[in-house]
């Protein structure tokens, strides 16, 4: 089981697989409080980030599920090298549908709603999961600026992924509007900027170029160089303008 190759490639190198930088990403742990002990569930944890270094900044214990056997592996790495592998765990899987046999206290799906079928989905799969009081954190994008065309939309992510529709997104006051219409009110939020998407999407370039120098025989290189040689103008043309970003943090309504 394995996520599509050019993502174990061009995101090789990165630690956080998302617009985020480590400087967003430790905003966003102090921004919730979290006290030693606080348990969490990650669906889609990538190469662990999120959990190791809030593991190691706020003493929280948690569980994350990946399906790329790559970062699963990285994250178990990582939390070696931070010194929290007694706290967190990482396994390889498939999130959809994950239940936790334990309840967590934050329950968190950062850049992967597709696992729960979207963000609606996303938030009702992680709710079985959650303590009752606990918190969910939902990463997802949302238009900055809505795409004139769908032609634009859809020049918004790279060619391997399903292509974007305008309808895919909604702008920010009104994917914070459907959060309330879900039941859930919006306690936090930390939000991506255009130089936080360019440590995502820049850094892609550098891991390609190295690895095609690396493997020029290889049968995919054909395909890595194309994306290398298409992706900083169609990066810069439609994503970073149109394209925003978020970690949204949300308690169901009380009451
Ligand atoms: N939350 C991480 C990773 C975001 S990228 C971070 O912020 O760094 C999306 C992640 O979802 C990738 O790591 C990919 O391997 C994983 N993924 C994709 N489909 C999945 C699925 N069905 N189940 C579990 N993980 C999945």
Known sequence: MDIPRIFNISESAHRIHNPFTPEKLATLGAALHLKPGVRMLDLGSGS?????????????IGTGIDMSPLFTAQAKLRAKELGVANQV????GNAAGYVADKKADVAACIGATWIGGGVAGTIHLLAKSLCAGGLILIGEPYWRQLPPTEEVARGCDSEHSEPISISDFLILPELLASFGELGYELVEMV?????????YEAAKWLTMRRWLDANPKDDFAKVVQAQLTSEPERYVKYQREYLGWGVFALMARGG
């Open 191 to 199: 939000l991506a900027n255009q130089d936080s998407w360019d440590r």
């Open 48 to 60: 662990g980030e999120m959990l190791c270094t809030w593991a190691r900044d706020h003493g929280i």
């Open 89 to 92: 765990e990482f396994i390889h």
